[in-house]
């Protein structure tokens, strides 16, 4: 899974890829290339169970991100498309949309607020799209007039990419659009990027987030919304600061703001959820591991996910929720208390359940 870090320029897109990452990128440096970096999925579960396992390694979830250049509205569309490309090879946007006053920061031409930010993110997705499907039709047309004729799956190829283009002109996201599997699979070749899954991160400064608003925020979240985007607000500054602290301070800190845990914490997770991860878990003395599989995935498939052997000769898996487990905090007592259920290979695995396979062979 591989989720592009998209924004106009120094909204703070490297800031928190950097936070994400832990990658050192000087945010100074303006770069034509994307960078691409592993983050941990922050998972509060993980670290209960290994307080009470105590195991020689603890392993979390991990989401990739690629850290793109500035976009710039104003470019020529060579410029744009170059910037663009990176979308192509992602599967989901994190959209950066900028709140923070500095002197020291300049806004980009005609984006000089968040509201201006989100609608010039939104509307050059679309017209990415249009282009594309706009240009599909009309090598459909072009087959037409030479062969005098289409092949069915052309047709119907027509019939939806012309209903696609009409709501995109009413500025309806594709991932908005009500398509239905076979549909999305028809499409899924010109890599729609309204499809993809999107995250906006509104970076804010310490005034905004001590007073929890900045200007234009309930326009910027009732678009959100109504577009089906995730919506988280941070700051990146203040990520940075914290990112320094020792564990005892960040805590501290964090409770003055009333988090129980950091931006970046929360927009790991954030970003975990709305591309449709879940976690499951594994316990023991050698490792307390997070699991990372698509919602809706079946026992078996996320006993695949551990080891594709264990999929193969997979009889069935002894499941508990985390919530459950932490009432009796131990396998034994969880067993005693018949807290334990036996999930069949079809059994759809829940996010945070804590998981234990029986294979044969
Ligand atoms: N005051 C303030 N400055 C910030 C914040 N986040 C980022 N900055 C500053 O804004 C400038 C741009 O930040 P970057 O993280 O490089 O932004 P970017 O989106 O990667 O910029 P480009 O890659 O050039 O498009 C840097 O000088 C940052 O220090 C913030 O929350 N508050
Ligand atoms: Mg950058």
């Given at each position: 899974m591989m989720i592009g870090v998209f924004?106009?320029?120094?909204?703070g897109k490297t800031t928190l890829f950097s936070l994400l990452t832990g990658m050192r990128l000087d945010p100074a440096t303006r770069r034509k290339d994307g960078v691409t970096g592993t983050a941990l999925v922050h998972d509060a579960r993980v670290d209960e169970l290994a307080l009470i396992f105590n195991p020689k390694k603890v392993t979390l979830a991990s989401l990739t991100f690629t850290d793109m250049p500035g976009f710039d509205a104003d470019a020529l569309p060579g410029e744009k498309s170059r910037v663009m490309q990176f979308i192509q090879t992602s599967d989901a946007l994190l959209c950066v949309v900028r709140a923070f006053e500095s002197p020291s920061v300049a806004w980009p031409a005609n984006c000089e607020t968040p509201r201006l930010q989100l609608d010039t993110i939104r509307t050059e997705l679309i017209l990415r799209d249009l282009a594309v499907v706009e240009n599909r039709l009309e090598r459909i047309a072009e087959t037409e007039n030479k062969r005098h004729r289409l092949s069915d799956e052309e047709q119907r190829d027509r019939k939806l990419l012309t209903a696609v283009r009409e709501k995109l002109e009413n500025e309806q996201l594709v991932s908005r659009q009500e398509l239905t599997p076979a549909e999305l699979k028809s499409i899924?070749?010109?890599?729609?990027?309204?499809?993809k899954p999107i995250i906006v991160a509104v970076n804010t400064d310490e005034d905004q987030l001590s007073r929890k608003s900045y200007p234009d925020q309930d326009y910027v979240r009732e678009q959100c919304a109504s577009n089906g985007f995730a919506y988280i607000e941070l700051s990146g500054k203040i990520e940075s600061e914290i990112s320094q602290f020792d564990e005892a301070d960040r805590q501290l800190f964090l409770q003055e703001y009333g988090f129980t845990e950091s931006g970046i914490q929360r927009l790991s997770r954030v970003v975990y959820e709305h591309v449709g991860l879940i976690s499951f878990l594994t316990v023991g003395e050698d490792e307390v591991r997070a699991w990372t599989v698509r919602r809706n995935t079946c026992a078996r498939d996320a006993a695949g996910a551990i080891h594709t052997r264990l999929a193969e000769t997979f009889i069935r898996a002894e499941v508990i929720s985390h919530k459950s487990f932490m009432t009796v905090r131990s396998l034994k007592l969880a067993n005693a208390q018949n807290l334990v259920r036996l999930a069949g290979k079809d059994e759809i695995v829940n996010d945070g359940d804590i998981f234990h396979v029986r294979a044969g062979g």
């Open positions: 924004g106009l320029s120094a909204c899924g070749t010109l890599g729609l990027f309204t499809a």
